[in-house]
């Protein structure tokens, strides 16, 4: 007999979700190391990577979030089956607003540096990129610690992977503090 913890196994995991998931943040992951190359007159621990959208190469790091969306998008593809209980569907709705989001930054580019010095606000566009990103930057830690728990706590099929799944739990929360806690202050 199954219970409702186990209904909905490892057997119902989509695995095109699941390959087009890894392959999209492989991918975005490859795209980032490239536009250090593209790009060096960005320094990667100066500038953020929304500012190498600027300029004649910004379209690569444009379709780079088209693709981090397409990750977030086939992991709650497939993770939609897996998720038990109120915060792990909390959990997967973030994740879907940060699919939006992320959308939103790929399709909306910041401000120049320069513009940003001379103007009293951003554009209209440049405040779009601030908006979806921001709700993307904030909302993505969370949405993994709940799903990281609800698989963990609420899903007898993910039992073999518990303890890996309580630990990196809030492992982007402490990434968003360290941005958090460096990011200047002017």
Known sequence: MSDARTTGSAATISPGAARLSMAAVITYQATLIALIFIRPDLDPSWHTISEWAIGPHGWVMSTAFLVSAVSYAALSVLLKSQ?????GHVGLGLLLVCVVGTVG???FTTDPLELMATQSAPSAIGTLHIL????ALLLLPFAALLVNLSLALQNDAWSPARRVLL??????LIGLAG????????
């Open 167 to 172: 630990w990196t739990a809030g492992v982007p």
């Open 132 to 135: 979806f990103g921001t709700t």
């Open 105 to 107: 930054v790929g399709v």
């Open 83 to 87: 998720v038990r209980g109120r915060a």
């Open 179 to 186: 941005f958090w806690c460096t990011w200047p202050s002017s």
